[in-house]
């Protein structure tokens, strides 16, 4: 069964940065392409970025320039560090298979940005 923990969230003031990680476990992580995803309050969850497995990236436009997706295939760890933080960012932080499929979802991290 793959379990999926992300971490790393908390509360920042506008233009902090921080630094998610989620850890992949009990599937074959190298070969998967990943992706970052997060559901603000009253809004659907969408892709906010994602990862090949041979480390091609792709962002939405809302956070291009600021957001840097990574991932550890040792580690079975992927990564969003987050710069120049804006309160419309506060979400729930998510990470998954891109495009979404037979993964259920980790419990998620809280992203708050403060104006």
């Known amino acids: 069964q793959v379990q999926l923990v992300e971490s790393g969230g908390g509360l920042v003031q506008a233009g902090g940065s921080l630094r998610l990680s989620c850890r992949v476990s009990?599937?074959?992580?190298?070969?998967?392409?990943m992706g970052w995803y997060r559901q603000a309050p009253g809004k659907q969850r969408e892709l906010v970025a994602s990862?090949?497995?041979?480390?091609?990236?792709n962002y939405v436009d809302s956070v291009k320039g600021r957001f840097t997706i990574s991932r550890d295939n040792v580690r079975n760890t992927v990564y969003l560090q987050m710069n120049s933080l804006k309160p419309e960012d506060t979400a729930v932080y998510y990470c998954?298979?891109?495009?979404?499929?037979?993964?259920?979802w980790g419990q998620g991290t809280q992203v708050t940005v403060s104006s």
């Open positions: 998954n298979l891109f495009p979404f499929g037979e993964w259920s």
């Open positions: 990862i090949t497995n041979g480390g091609s990236r």
């Open positions: 009990g599937s074959i992580f190298s070969t998967r392409a």
